[in-house]
Nanobody
Framework: VQLQASGGGLVQTGGSLRLSCAAS????????VGWFRRAPGNERELVAT????????YYSQSVKGRFTISRDNAKNMAYLQMSSLKPEDTGVYSC????????????????WGQGTQVTVSS
């Protein structure tokens, strides 16, 4: 199984980025997808998830209303559209998959990809 996150970069406060997660080696439509981030000196934080059954989404309070998670099962892809970015959104963003339909915790995710750096300048 391979998960590859991409799309990170340097953006100014208020800007937007779209992260992509390419999955291979698994039956993608049977896995929930989560986006996590880790800022320097901080613990890994769940940002958003999308289920595989009903595509129910979940967002952390810190990103709700600004980020949108989506998936395209035909392409084995997941996305995280990030808008109104703030400096506190800076971190390494990783995607992960879970066999649970409504995973909410890191221990529920089975496969992890390498992250992509997002830096929001003030």
């Amino acid at each position: 199984v391979q998960l590859q996150a991409s799309g990170g970069g340097l953006v100014q406060t208020g800007g937007s980025l779209r992260l992509s997660c390419a999955a291979s080696g698994l039956t993608f439509n049977l896995y929930s997808v989560g986006w996590f981030r880790r800022a320097p000196g901080n613990e890994r934080e769940l940002v958003a998830t999308i289920g595989y059954r009903d595509r129910t989404t979940y967002y952390s309070q810190s990103v709700k209303g600004r980020f949108t998670i989506s998936r395209d099962n035909a392409k084995n892809m997941a996305y995280l559209q990030m808008s109104s970015l703030k400096p506190e959104d800076t971190g390494v963003y990783s995607c992960a998959t879970s066999g649970r339909s409504r995973a909410r915790h890191a221990y529920e995710f089975d496969y992890w990809g390498q992250g992509t750096q997002v830096t929001v300048s003030s």
